[in-house]
């Protein structure tokens, strides 16, 4: 299972790149394990908008994308200079995202 968690500031924007959860054998993906999951990426989308209000001021306005892993927009990836996509794991986000309403 890979669960990550990546902040980037562009300087106009802020996104935030979030992993994949994917439950092993053995792993409760529906119970403590997949709450501690959301617990940490609502506390990560905090922890941006609160870091953009220090870096930028509070009276700049914040254009902040959550980004899924294999979902990721082309205005995201095209910040990279290389980037592969990866048809496995946009499986499955979309299979989580499906799953979990």
Known sequence: MLTALFLLDT???LWLWQGWW?????EDALGSGAVRWQAERRA????ALDYWTVRH???VPYKAYLV?????????????PEW??????????????????
């Open 11 to 13: 300087g106009a924007e």
């Open 22 to 26: 994917s439950a092993e054998e053995g």
């Open 44 to 47: 990560a989308m905090q922890t």
């Open 57 to 59: 001021g509070a009276d």
């Open 68 to 80: 899924w892993a294999g979902l990721e927009p082309l205005e995201f990836t095209n910040l990279f």
């Open 84 to 101: 592969t996509d990866r048809d496995d794991i946009t499986e499955i986000n979309i299979e989580v995202r499906i799953t979990s309403g």
